[in-house]
């Protein structure tokens, strides 16, 4: 009866441990993958803020430009 259990118990057993090893490698790849997707967020938001700087003061100027050619053709 033991040898009966054993046998069937035993696979288990190491289907377990290879599933928990194959669990931590996973683990460890997704930590290492949201670490570059934090990096590449951060990236992200420093060039979305320049771009939005730069587009502000190309908005600026286009105004600008609008009111100085207005101006023009009251003149």
Not at 23 to 50: F, G, Q
Not at 63 to 69: G, H, I, L, T, Y
């Amino acid at each position: 009866m033991y040898y009966d259990v054993f046998v069937s118990v035993e696979p288990k057993k190491a289907a377990v441990q290879a599933a928990k090893e194959t669990l931590a490698a996973a683990t460890d790849k997704k930590a290492s993958v949201d670490e570059k997707v934090a990096a590449l967020n951060a990236a992200l938001k420093v060039l979305l803020d320049e771009y939005n700087e730069v587009m502000a003061a190309k908005q600026k100027a286009l105004d600008e430009a609008d009111k100085c050619e207005r101006k023009l053709n009251l003149a």
